[in-house]
């Protein structure tokens, strides 16, 4: 059974850091490249970062760069996204997948996680 399980998230101010984790089960995590998703009120799904299975790939959404970095620990089935300089407009559901190989229709989610920045 595959699982997605985040954790972290919550209500921080603007200017101020979260950090969300993603701990995966039920499938090879290590032969999958890895993703962040967000989606705030009234707007749809956006990717926000993803990261390769070896680390030698690494993207940002322009919205986040410098800001937000993902990161994982095959060891631990876990990808992260670390988010600093937290704006409102950030405020939104984050949610972890995994990125689908070619050909094939083996996307997870996570549960989802509520980022509100404000003061």
């Known amino acids: 059974q595959v699982q997605l399980v985040q954790s972290g998230g919550g209500l921080v101010q603007p200017g101020g850091s979260l950090r969300l984790s993603c701990v995966a089960s039920?499938?090879?995590?290590?032969?999958?490249?890895m993703s962040w998703h967000r989606q705030a009120p009234g707007k749809e799904r956006e990717l926000v970062a993803t990261?390769?299975?070896?680390?030698?790939?690494?993207y940002h959404a322009l919205a986040v760069k410098g800001r937000f970095t993902i990161s994982r620990d095959n060891a631990r089935s876990t990808v992260n996204l670390q988010m600093n300089s937290l704006k409102p407009e950030d405020t939104a559901v984050y949610y972890c997948?995994?990125?689908?190989?070619?050909?094939?229709?083996?996307?997870?989610w996570g549960q989802g996680t509520q980022v509100t920045v404000s003061s």
């Open positions: 039920g499938f090879t995590f290590s032969s999958y490249a």
């Open positions: 997948s995994n990125v689908p190989k070619i050909g094939t229709k083996d996307l997870y």
């Open positions: 990261i390769s299975t070896g680390d030698v790939s690494i």
